[in-house]
């Protein structure tokens, strides 16, 4: 079966620091693979999306990048946080073909203070 | 452009009532429709999704929404609301031809016991 794992859980950091989240997953082989945020009262936003190695398609301008260096990694950082970026982070995959299922992560908590 | 509206950002309910959470779509084809549950500090997990076969679809936990063409509707329901159904609810629809996933706002359900 198929899982899915985001780390860390929880991560404070202060403005203007750097940031790296990573999501993995396990038991499949070259899945779509997707960065959500949910911000307070502002529901779910997909920031990167990606279909292959090294294939990232942005959807929001902002300061936070993306990056898929393995078929089943995949990667959001940020070189200087601002506090806007905080929020909860969600990781999904799907297959490849499309209109399938997304799946998510637990997620990881982000507050820049 | 396809869009989802999700009628009602919070809804309460007592324990053993019918649970109704309401989800409006716009598509200039046919879509394939989703329901994700999330309970607090989680991921989404997938409830039940519509892929053109049975339009009434039954997922987890007792939950199942009907799609109705002539309303461009996809309404969740539940028959009886457990404690254990609070959580934020969310719609989401994708389009044959699409990687990505457009979800609704979302919708809060509190139970009362």
């Known amino acids: 079966s198929q899982t899915i794992h985001q780390w860390p859980a929880t991560l404070v950091q202060p403005v203007g620091s750097p940031l790296s989240l990573e999501c993995t997953v396990e038991?499949?082989?070259?899945?779509?693979l997707y960065w959500y945020r949910q911000a307070a009262g502002r529901g779910l936003q997909l920031l990167f999306y990606?279909?292959?190695?090294?294939?990232i398609s942005s959807e929001v301008p902002q300061n936070l990048s993306a990056s898929r260096p393995q078929d089943r990694q995949f990667i959001l950082s940020s070189k200087k946080l601002l506090l806007s970026d905080s929020g909860f982070y969600l990781c999904?995959?799907?297959?490849?073909?499309?209109?399938?299922?997304?799946?998510f992560g637990p997620g990881t908590r982000l507050t820049v203070l | 452009a396809q869009s989802v509206t999700q009628l009602g950002s919070h809804v309460s309910v007592s324990e053993g009532a019918l649970v109704l959470l309401r989800c409006n779509y716009s598509?200039?084809?046919?879509?394939?429709l989703f329901w994700y549950v999330q309970y607090p500090n989680q991921g989404l997990q997938l409830l039940l999704k519509?892929?053109?076969?049975?339009?009434l679809v039954k997922g987890i936990n007792g939950f199942e929404a009907e799609f109705k063409k002539s309303e461009t509707s996809f309404h969740l329901t539940k028959p009886s609301a457990h404690m254990s159904d609070a959580a934020e609810y969310f719609c989401a629809l994708t389009q044959g031809g699409s990687e990505k996933l457009v979800f609704g706002k979302g919708t809060k359900l509190t139970v009362n016991p």
């Open positions: 990606s279909v292959g190695i090294g294939q």
């Open positions: 598509s200039s084809v046919p879509p394939y």
């Open positions: 038991g499949t082989s070259n899945p779509n």
């Open positions: 999904a995959w799907s297959r490849v073909i499309q209109t399938d299922t997304q799946y």
């Open positions: 519509y892929t053109s076969a049975a339009t």
